[in-house]
């Protein structure tokens, strides 16, 4: 195996014994919780339940949304009435990232997390995704159901599902170029761009989500509607203020919205992309392994960017129990990381995440093990259910 950092910066040869320990030591917890309780089969939610009470609260979630939407608005009319080109990119980096916060406040929302009233998420969170022009109704359907009830399974869950290195062969060229670009470290933003948002929330066609139901064109139809009201303020505000229409375009809707695209594309690739985490393909052995809970991390980034995204980066404990809140979200991980230590956890650096883009290419779904691009073993993964 080849030499250099692992993914929570010990020396790579490290990484698959670190995963046999998670699984053994997973395996011993549980059965530690099942001896003292009647019920065999273990609830996996019912470990965290207690950072569910927060939902309750309906203050804190309602001054989060308004306080998100203020950095939308006010970061927007810094790019519209600002004299300073300095001052309207500064309100452009504010929109963008006002649309991140606001999309992870739909993200909770449509967990039924944010709030404890199922109307109030479902209003609210149509409302915080309209900016980053996200079908509520897909987003439900792709992230609740297929994302969560099966990551990392290949076929069920889509967001940055690897190819094997046949399947990478068997593509045309374009697509081979493409996929190259998504996994060269900096590809994030066009893979989120094109193959989520384009293809999957945003007026789906049912080839890509298998179905086709009112819903999912109404809240595209919302989602256009807010568009053209963004984009109409702005060009009237250009016009009215005799400003540039395209500048103004640009800096308040056109490059926040590649930004956002970038910073979703970046965290989702993190959240599922590691080289000991594994893939699967069939469905009993994803369930052995507890892919939940193995196959996810949790990542810190530099100077604590990661609590300014409403803790999302907790992602252990939130596909654990995706009913617990952002506003607990970081103390259920602290339990979590407490029971299994061996989780994938580690802090963002330019050598940990270059080590993970080098290595995780393509994945070989018999012996569970990452390739580059050439069909080269880059990295190992030992299996939770081999080690119990």
């Known amino acids: 195996m080849p030499t250099g950092l692992g993914y929570n910066g010990r020396p790579r040869g490290t990484l698959c014994r670190r995963v046999r320990t998670v699984s053994l030591r997973t395996d011993e917890a549980l059965h530690d919780m099942q001896a ?17 009470t927060s939902r309750t609260q309906i203050l804190l979630p309602a001054m989060v949304l308004l306080l998100d939407i203020a950095f939308f608005s006010a970061g927007t009319a810094t790019v519209l009435l600002a004299d300073s080109l300095l001052l309207k990119v500064l309100g452009m980096l504010v929109v963008a990232f006002a649309i991140v916060r606001l999309f992870l406040v739909g993200h909770d929302a449509c967990h039924g997390s944010f709030f404890s009233s199922s109307r109030l998420n479902a209003v609210c969170g149509r409302i915080a995704f309209l900016p980053s022009m996200t079908a509520y109704s897909l987003w439900e359907m792709g992230h609740n159901t297929a994302h969560h009830g099966f990551n990392n399974l290949k076929g069920r869950d889509q967001v940055w599902a690897p190819y094997s290195k046949a399947e990478f062969d068997a593509l045309p ?5 493409l996929e190259r670009l998504y996994r ?3 590809g994030w933003g066009a893979y989120y761009l094109y193959e989520m948002w384009w293809k999957k929330l945003f007026f789906a066609s049912r080839k890509e989500v298998g179905s086709s139901r009112r819903k999912y064109q109404l809240d595209s139809l919302l989602v256009t509607g807010f568009a053209a009201a963004w984009i109409g303020i702005v060009a009237y505000t250009a016009a009215a203020t005799e400003q540039s229409i395209a500048l103004l375009l640009t800096l308040a809707v056109i490059v926040p919205f590649l ?6 594309g970046f965290v989702v690739y993190l959240h599922h992309t590691n080289p000991g985490i594994a893939w699967f393909r069939n469905r009993q052995e994803w369930q052995r392994n507890r892919a939940y809970l193995t196959s996810t991390a949790c990542v810190r980034f530099p100077w604590g960017m990661d609590r300014l ?4 980066m907790e992602h252990n404990a939130h596909h654990l129990n995706p009913g617990i809140p952002m506003f607990t979200l970081r103390a259920a991980q602290r339990v979590l990381r407490d029971k299994f230590p061996d989780l994938c956890d580690y802090r963002l650096t330019r050598r940990t995440y270059m080590d993970v883009v080098q290595r995780c290419k393509l994945y070989d779904f018999a012996n569970h093990q990452w390739l580059d691009f050439d069909g080269k073993v880059t990295a190992r993964v030992t299996l939770a259910n081999a080690a119990a």
């Open 36 to 52: 003292g309780t009647e019920a065999s089969p273990w609830n996996r939610k019912a470990l965290l339940c207690s950072f569910e």
């Open 173 to 177: 060229g374009y697509r081979r170029a």
């Open 184 to 186: 060269s470290g900096l």
């Open 259 to 264: 930004l956002w695209n970038g910073v979703i």
């Open 309 to 312: 995204m409403h803790n999302i």
